[in-house]
Structures are given as structure tokens and as C-alpha cells.
T-cell receptor, first 112, second 116 residues
């Protein structure tokens, strides 16, 4: 079945540091890939997505590129802020499927 | 426009009791999904409902769990005779349309169930 493996946390960074969260996936078809973010006390929000190989999703300074050859969708941000402190989830859905499969989440804490 | 609402946010039950979790989708959304997150794991799909219909319950445990989305009112996830292994965070999501993973699902803040 489909599955997502993402980098274990927690991750603690200083402001303006570079952030990378690794995500790899296993899927039978051609999935769409997502990054969701959960800020403290809130629901999951879609951060970015990519629907086919070599697509790059980007939002709020975050980027991730759909790499079919390495089955990866790593999340990056060049300069994090304290407000980026949250839990980040990598997810996929097979084409035409409403079921999202999530990784376990990575807790990121950014210190001033 | 209010987001997806879930209540209660925290629920404590003793073994053998019933747990009822409520989800009000975003205005205009008629498709609801429930996910469960066990400790140290990712969210897992449980069930997909439209108004008055269960579309896919393939992720739901066969016993003790049920879900409904009535014509009026919130969607309810019911867990009967809870056991400690039911302790988890339960997330609800809604979307304006159902099919295709490209259709964004909007998530609620979750209900954290603790079974003593």
C-alpha cells in the first residue's frame, strides 16, 4: 500500500537558519504530494503541493520538488522565522483518490 | 468563513464508555473525512461521508466504530466500549467536492481522546 516516511524530529533551529525536512514515499500509481503544517492549537493547513514529477510546490518561502527517480518530496526553507515553529506533515494521494496518506510529522522549533 | 470545527477538543473516557466526536464542516462543504493519528504515527484515513451517505469506510475498525453525517447537523464519529488502544487524535476534514486527491481537504484542530 501507499506510505510516507519523513524525517524524525524534533528539529530545533535558530532564526534565519536553513531548514530541510526529508520525505520519501511508496505508491503504486502516480501520486500527488503535499506538505501540511499544523500550528499550535490549530488544524492542519495545506502548505504546498505538487501533482506530477519535477513539479515544484512553493508557498511562504517553503519549497519542495517532486522527484520521481528518488521517490522524494523534501521540504526546504532558506531562512526560517520563529513563526515557522509548527508540526510539518508530508502526505500523498494516489491519482483520483481522496484518501490522504500521511507521514508521522516533524516538529520544528525555531528559536530567536 | 469559519473553518472546520471539532468538539470537544479533549475527551477523557474510562474503558467501556462511549465516545462521541463531532465535526462541523466548512460552510458549503458536503464531503467529510475522518482520520486517526495514533501516538508516534501519521494520520490514517478512516471514513469518507457525504450527507446521509457513507462513501468509503475501508479504514474504520469493523467493530465498535461508526460514523454518520446527517442531513442536518454535524458529522459524528462514535466509538462504543472504548479501550485504551483507542487513545489517539481524531481529525476531521471537509471538501466541497469528493473525488480526486487534488481537491484540497480542510482540516479541523482535532479531538484528542484519552481512555483511562
Amino acid at each position: 500500500g501507499d506510505s510516507v516516511t519523513q524525517m524524525e524530529g524534533p528539529v530545533t533551529l535558530s532564526e534565519e537558519a536553513f531548514l530541510t525536512i526529508n520525505c520519501t514515499y511508496t505508491a503504486t500509481g502516480y501520486p500527488s504530494l503535499f506538505w501540511y503544517v499544523q500550528y499550535p492549537g490549530e488544524g492542519l493547513q495545506l502548505l504546498l503541493k505538487a501533482t506530477k514529477a519535477d513539479d515544484k510546490g512553493s508557498n511562504k518561502g517553503f519549497e519542495a520538488t517532486y522527484r520521481k527517480e528518488t521517490t522524494s518530496f523534501h521540504l526546504e526553507k532558506g531562512s526560517v522565522q520563529v513563526s515557522d515553529s509548527a508540526v510539518y506533515f508530508c502526505a500523498l494521494s494516489d491519482s483520483d483518490d481522496y484518501k490522504l496518506s500521511f507521514g508521522a510529522g516533524t516538529t520544528v522549533t525555531v528559536r530567536a | 468563513n469559519a473553518g472546520v470545527m471539532q468538539n470537544p477538543r479533549h475527551l477523557v473516557r474510562r474503558r467501556g464508555q462511549e465516545a462521541r466526536l463531532r465535526c462541523s464542516p466548512m460552510k458549503g462543504h458536503s464531503h467529510v473525512y475522518w482520520y486517526r493519528q495514533l501516538p508516534e504515527e501519521g494520520l490514517k484515513f478512516m471514513v469518507y461521508l457525504q450527507k446521509e451517505n457513507i462513501i468509503d469506510e475501508s479504514g474504520m475498525p469493523k467493530e465498535r466504530f461508526s460514523a454518520e453525517f446527517p442531513k442536518e447537523g454535524p458529522s459524528i464519529l462514535r466509538i462504543q466500549q472504548v479501550v485504551r488502544g483507542d487513545s489517539a487524535a481524531y481529525f476531521c476534514a471537509s471538501s466541497p467536492r469528493g473525488t480526486s486527491g487534488n481537491n484540497e481537504q480542510f482540516f479541523g484542530p482535532g479531538t484528542r481522546l484519552t481512555v483511562l
